[in-house]
């Protein structure tokens, strides 16, 4: 079990309040029995191989049919082999010839309050022209595309250029730094990186071009840069014929390539994810199974309906952007709203207002942003008519109760079910979260398992555990969104996620399933943190750090804050430098140069040694008990001697 946040298991294990569904939103609902729910349960148990073949020959659109459903070659599997079809023809064509062309698939706000909407037919004619214009640049099937965007229409319309001609996106989140970019482009062998010349983030423009170049200097396989005039920034230097505008570029082509007929287990893009080591890790999705599994999990969980306005707040830098954003709701045929900047620009109301004023039927967003709503007053969100709300939904880390009634109560106004959906990038959507037409939702649980997930809780042998019982959360049998390994690591593939429990994939979660078979995530086994929803690698902060001349070595650890759920704490020692303030600050710096913002330790103490066992393992434990203040009173922020600590502690 994990300590790291155990206090908020303690507060998970007592919640008893039940809230089933509104009979109202039953009637209709996609789900609406849970005879449905079982019995679509119990063929994809059973009948695996019929159950996903007609999923996938129903919901998906095939050039060439697959010959077989599922090979299972543990570890390895492909979905709908020997199939051909493209992703992108599942979430425009396909749409465009059942009559949808001219119903509005994005919605898109700016920052500033700028909006454009573009019909299916329009996004077909952005996505061709874009796939034109990367052909031009030499970008065929196979290669690798960076895609380094703000939260504009042609972040999505990048991602579906790419699908259309069989290129793999790597989209990296705008946050991180060069460096982050550097290494992502290298490990994956990018030939394109798209950007824009700039970004809007609460009023100012932050210089995506300068970041990117900077990249570039270390990015010996990427040939072109494919550069979007969002912020018209003057200061954009163009290296000829390296870099390329848009406009010049993708404007002036005629919109009408076709799909390219992929296999269905062509890669369709990687994302970059922490794992429990410093390297990022390229998790590599596939082209059928994984559009059938964001699709399908889309049409369960949301209950997508056709009059729907659905708005998922993530960023399309993660994977809950990737599924929710783009293949899932564009492959159902959704109309999705799309914003570009921050939730309190230019005020607190912002989210609230744009509930408003677009008539959002239904809102996903993360645990971490409810925190922050709470913190800025219920007034920003009473100013709003948010009546036109009808279903809500969660990612990203475990919802505490609090939060939990919260937006049941303030934005839900008591009537809209909560979705609390777990999944990882890994899985490629949802693996587990109530229906919101038939499952009674508790605050805090993400409920049962959708159809086909068939999930595992086992000890440290493997062994599955009783009921009631906390353990690794494993899952049993593959289906069609798993990820299908590690971008040119097939070794660490293996080892972090079928090793430890041979035969099942593990989640790197803990979890307890209840009497009423309701699961409860519990947080990690492994060092990874969870900082507003983000997923770090506490050694990725690590090797930030001691990449700097003055640290001899780091450890960092996760503590519980009342925001972001995690924060960051580092314990560093230093050699020839004074541990003073200055030097704190050209840390902090450091490893946002290193990582980006988002890995910006939130404490960093100096400390003479840090804690060790006998055997010299770092006691992340008394680090984790000190970096949440329970071991020591005080100011600790000072230059201590760690080891001191560890002796007493050995010595109990
Ligand atoms: C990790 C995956 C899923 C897309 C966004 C994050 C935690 C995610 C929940 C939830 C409890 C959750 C888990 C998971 N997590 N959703 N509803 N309840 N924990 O994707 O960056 O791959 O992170 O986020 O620890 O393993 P990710």
Not at 126 to 146: P, T, Y
Request: proline content about 6%; some cysteine.
């Amino acid at each position: 079990m994990t300590d790291s946040n155990s206090g908020q298991i303690d507060h998970v294990l007592i919640e008893d309040r039940l809230f089933p569904p509104p009979a109202e939103f039953t009637k209709t609902a996609v789900f609406s029995t849970q005879e449905q729910y079982e019995t679509m349960c119990n063929q994809a148990a059973e009948d695996s191989d019929n159950f996903w073949r007609g999923e996938a020959n129903e919901h998906l659109h095939w050039f060439e049919p697959f010959k077989e459903v599922c090979k299972w070659n543990p570890p390895h599997a492909e979905w709908f082999v020997g199939g051909k079809t493209n992703a992108s023809y599942n979430c425009l064509d396909r749409n465009i010839e059942a009559g949808l062309g001219d119903r509005i698939a994005i919605l898109w706000e700016g920052e500033p309050g700028d909006q454009r909407t573009l019909t299916y037919s329009d996004l077909r004619t952005e996505v061709c022209k874009c796939a034109e214009g990367m052909k031009q640049l030499g970008i065929g099937a196979g290669d690798v595309v960076s895609i380094y965007m703000p939260m504009t229409p042609e972040l999505a319309i990048a991602m579906l250029a790419c699908a259309r001609i069989g290129a793999v996106h790597s989209v990296i989140f705008a946050g991180f730094s060069a460096e982050s970019i550097a290494d992502r482009n290298n490990d994956a062998g990018a030939k394109l990186v798209i950007t824009a010349d700039g970004l809007y983030r609460r009023g100012r423009v932050l210089p995506l071009k300068a970041t990117v170049d900077e990249a570039l200097e270390k990015s010996p396989t990427v040939n072109h840069c494919l550069v979007l005039r969002r912020v018209g920034n003057e200061d954009v230097s163009m290296v000829e014929p390296r870099d390329v505008w848009w406009h010049d570029v993708v404007d002036p082509q005629p919109g009408e390539l076709p799909a390219k007929p992929m296999d269905s287990e062509a890669s369709l893009f990687i994302l970059y994810t922490s794992g429990s080591t410093g390297k990022p890790k390229g998790i590599r999705h596939t082209t059928a199974g994984y559009n059938l599994w964001a699709k399908r999990t889309f049409q369960w969980v949301f209950d997508h309906r056709e009059d729907d306005i659905y708005w998922c707040t993530a960023d399309c830098g993660w994977i809950t952007g990737h599924s929710y954003i783009v293949y899932g709701p564009l492959s159902a045929g959704a109309t999705c709203l799309m914003y570009e900047g921050a939730p309190n620009f230019p005020a607190e109301d912002r989210f609230w207002e744009l509930v408003e004023k677009h008539k959002v039927t239904i809102l996903y967003t993360a645990p971490t942003a409810i925190r922050a709503f709470i913190k800025w007053g219920d007034e920003h969100v009473e100013k709003h008519d948010l009546s036109s709300l009808r279903l809500l939904g969660t990612v990203g880390e475990g919802i505490n109760p609090e939060a939990w009634m919260w937006y049941h109560k303030k934005i839900g106004a008591e009537r809209c079910p909560i979705v609390d959906t777990w999944w990882q990038t890994e899985t490629g959507g949802i693996m587990m979260s109530p229906l919101p037409g038939i499952t009674a939702t508790k605050p805090g649980s993400c409920t049962r398992p959708l159809p086909g997930v068939i999930p595992a809780i086992v000890d440290e042998t493997g062994k599955e555990v009783d009921d009631q019982h906390g353990g690794m959360l494993c899952i049993a049998k593959p289906w069609p969104g798993m990820l299908r390994g590690i971008w040119g690591d097939d070794d660490r593939f293996v080892q972090q996620y079928w090793s430890t429990v041979p035969g099942k994939y593990l989640t790197g979660d803990n979890a307890r399933k209840d009497s009423d078979g309701y699961y409860w995530i519990m947080g990690r086994i492994d060092d990874v943190i969870n900082v507003s929803g983000h997923r770090l690698s506490t050694i990725e902060v690590e090797s930030a750090l001691v990449s700097h001349e003055a640290v001899c070595e780091a450890a960092v650890v996760g503590r519980p804050d009342a925001l972001k759920g995690q924060a960051i704490a580092a314990f560093v020692s230093v050699r020839d430098r004074e541990p003073n303030e200055e030097l704190r600050k050209e840390l902090l710096l450091h490893v946002r140069k290193q990582i980006g913002a988002l890995a910006q330790p939130d404490d960093l103490r100096f400390t003479a040694t840090l804690p060790k066992t006998r055997s010299g393992k770092i006691m992340r434990r008394l680090l984790r008990d000190i970096a949440s203040g329970k071991e020591i009173a005080g100011d600790t922020s000072t230059l201590e001697d760690l080891s001191v600590l560890a002796k007493l502690q050995e010595d109990e």
